[in-house]
């Protein structure tokens, strides 16, 4: 029962002029495709290129394995890059969790008060060596400024 509906509504004029238009749209805009984009950048260059070529112009095979062998090379490169990221990130979390934890057992060994005390005097010497770094560069911009002598 189910087919035999199938084949009515395959029968319909509507769904047989929807095929036919679809048709044409889809192999005139096919068409434009290769008039357009694919004749003038990639078939007349290829061919332009391929016919400078005609003493040594390699077989359809040494091409085919070149492409095989430039995939395969991607392949293992991306591969490679995929290891050393994840070495790398799994350093970074080691590093940012252990420095997590070691904060921890350092304020629970000396208690909050100290770790608040030698916390202030680490935020004073940051703020002090920045302080001096942006003096010493505003005396070299002056001097940059000024030329030389």
């Known amino acids: ?3 035999e ?26 068409t ?3 008039t357009m984009v694919l004749q003038p950048y990639l078939i007349e260059p290829m061919s332009t290129f391929l016919t400078t070529y005609t003493g040594a112009m390699p077989d359809l095979l040494s091409l085919f394995m070149l492409a095989i062998i430039l995939l395969i090379s ?3 490169v991306n591969y490679a890059f995929r290891v050393v990221m994840f070495w790398v990130s799994l350093a970074f979390r080691l590093v940012f969790w252990g420095s997590l ?14 770790a608040g005390r030698d916390l202030g005097w680490i935020y004073g010497v940051v ?11 505003k005396t070299a911009a002056a001097a940059y400024a000024k030329g030389p002598k």
């Open 5 to 30: 509906n199938f084949q009515t509504l395959l029968q319909n004029p509507t769904v047989a002029y929807l095929q036919s238009t679809t048709q044409d749209h889809l192999t005139s805009k096919l």
């Open 127 to 137: 703020v002090g060596l920045l302080g001096e770094f942006q003096e010493k560069s």
């Open 101 to 114: 934890l070691g904060a921890g057992w350092y304020v629970y060994s000396v208690g909050v008060e100290n």
């Open 32 to 34: 434009h495709l290769r």
């Open 74 to 76: 991607i392949k293992v």
């Open 1 to 3: 029962m189910a087919t």
